[in-house]
């Protein structure tokens, strides 16, 4: 599929970059017909557009960039810049989250117009993704996200270390003890909140 990729001064690519540039715009495009199907109950171009209040044209679909826009200052507070990831890491991002995706679908949901086989079929590509999917978390893991991901484990670790912290005093205080430490948290809430 030459030329659909546009060129400019910034973005030379060669043909394989190019291919590989077309088939990203086809996941997208895949994900965002699964968005709108959900959003707007249609996947069609054309039935996401509709009359504005002007008379003129709206297109329902913004709402996915939206949401994908969202999702990304989302992930960007959480991970930092994601900019040096090389396409293997990418790669392996997408397959985790596809994963995530097939755990979260039902089959038995979408059997009515199958047949055995292709219920069948459909569940071991499911199956397949889910492995997949925990696969390419493992190599995350392993291989590009050790510094990151270890701040953001140990952020919630210690926050669970110092609710056990939290609970092991209370057991050990005397009911007097604690009714002075909650009163005394109530406060610092109550001095937050203002």
Request: glycine share 6%; no cysteine.
């Amino acid at each position: 599929m030459r030329g659909v990729v546009p060129e400019g001064e910034h973005m030379r690519m060669d043909d394989q970059e190019q291919r590989q540039m077309q088939e990203l715009i086809q996941v997208a495009a895949v994900v965002a017909s699964i968005l709108e199907a959900k959003l707007h109950g249609a996947t069609d171009f054309d039935a996401l557009i509709t009359d504005d209040v002007d008379g003129g044209a709206a297109f329902q679909g913004w709402a996915v960039l939206e949401l994908f826009a969202d999702e990304r200052k989302r992930q960007d507070a959480k991970w930092g810049d994601q900019e040096s990831h090389g396409p293997i890491t990418w790669a392996m991002i997408l397959a985790e989250e596809i994963g995530e995706w097939a755990e979260e679908l039902r089959i038995e949901d979408q059997i009515a117009d199958m047949t055995a086989t292709e219920v069948g079929s459909a569940a071991a590509v499911l199956k397949h993704l889910e492995v997949a999917g925990k696969g390419a978390r493992t190599w995350l893991n392993a291989h590009e996200w050790p510094e990151r991901q270890q701040a953001v484990f140990d952020e919630e670790e210690q926050a669970v270390v110092a609710q056990e912290e939290r609970r092991e005093a209370d057991r050990a205080m005397t009911d007097e003890e604690m009714r002075e430490a909650n009163a005394y948290r109530s406060a610092q809430q109550e001095g937050q909140n203002v």
